[in-house]
């Protein structure tokens, strides 16, 4: 079946504007989680979905990043007034259910800022 | 923090050598151990896990062992062929979270 798919595939933004990272997960999975990898680094936790509500939030960098999964199926990543720091792979994953699950991961979302 | 340290790369390799790629990890407790790879213009998939200590991750010919005594999972491929050129991390996941080493990039060539 389909795996997780995200969208745009790659986006520059100037400094200062705001992006919108659409993430699909697998249908059916009720755990959505994103990722920061930045470059030459491993990924890093951003924030964690159980259905629709943002369980761990903890990861977020600024308060300029946000999430939200309304429906409890896409989820999107939100950065407001992006600077160049923000500029890395955003990776979404999704698993089936309960904490321990294998993760699927999406192909990732490569944010250029300059 | 839970945390993962693995052996930094690049490293190139023959086809048919043998591979070794290092992770220790730090953990307050008893994490499952990943090994995730990444080929080149694809997403993180998941090659290889174990649950607890001994237990032995394996998958496409690569193997790794939950070591509790020196803390390490370090993966291990007898013949390496050229379609194994990846990135590969290291992870372990503390409840729902994944922590990842910074990855060793792998180039094998014929």
């Known amino acids: ?114 | 923090g839970d945390s993962v340290t693995q052996m930094e790369g690049p490293v190139t390799l023959s086809e048919e050598a043998f591979l070794t790629i290092n992770c220790t990890y730090t953990a307050t407790g008893y994490p499952s151990l990943f090994w995730y790879v990444q080929y080149p213009g694809e997403g993180l998939q998941l090659l290889l896990k174990a649950t607890k200590a001994d237990d032995k991750g394996s998958n496409k010919g690569f193997e790794a062992t939950y070591r509790k005594e020196t803390t390490s999972f370090h993966l291990e491929k007898g013949s390496v062929q050229v379609s194994d050129s990846a990135v590969y991390f290291c992870a372990l996941r503390d409840d729902y979270k994944l922590s990842f080493g910074a990855g060793t990039t792998v180039t094998v060539r014929a």
């Not at chain 1, 798919?5 to 699909?24: E, H, I, M, N, T």
């Not at chain 1, 896409?74 to 259910?97: F, G, M, N």
């Open chain 1, 1 to 114: 079946g389909a795996g997780v798919s995200q969208s745009p595939r790659y986006k520059v933004a100037k400094r200062g504007q705001d992006v919108a990272l659409r993430c699909d997960p697998i249908s059916g999975h009720v755990s959505l989680f994103w990722y920061q990898q930045a470059l030459g680094q491993g990924p890093e936790f951003l924030t964690y979905f159980q259905n629709e509500a943002q369980l761990d939030k903890s990861g977020l960098p600024s308060d300029r990043f946000f999430a939200e999964r309304p429906e409890g199926s896409v989820s999107t990543l939100k950065i407001q007034r992006t600077q160049q720091e923000d500029s890395a792979v955003y990776l979404c994953a999704s698993a089936p259910s309960g904490r321990t699950d294998t993760q699927y991961f999406g192909p990732g979302t490569r944010l250029t800022v300059l």
